[in-house]
C-alpha cells in the first residue's frame, strides 16, 4: 500500500491528494488510471491521473 502524503480539498467536489508510489510515478501519463483502496479488502475506487 503507498502512502497519502498530503490532502487538501479544492471544492466540495474535488481532492487533491499526493500520493507516495515512486514505482507508479516512474510511468503513470495523464488520462490514466489509478486504483484507490482503503485497505487490502476495501471497496476499489479509479481515479484519473491529471497532470
Not at 501519463?29 to 476499489?44: D, K, M, P, S, Y
Amino acid at each position: 500500500m503507498y502512502k497519502i502524503v498530503r490532502k487538501r480539498e479544492l471544492n466540495p467536489y474535488v481532492t487533491w491528494m499526493d500520493i507516495e508510489a515512486p514505482l507508479i510515478a516512474r510511468k503513470a501519463r495523464a488520462g490514466q488510471f489509478i486504483i484507490l483502496r482503503v485497505n487490502e479488502t476495501g471497496e476499489r475506487i479509479p481515479l484519473t491521473i491529471a497532470g
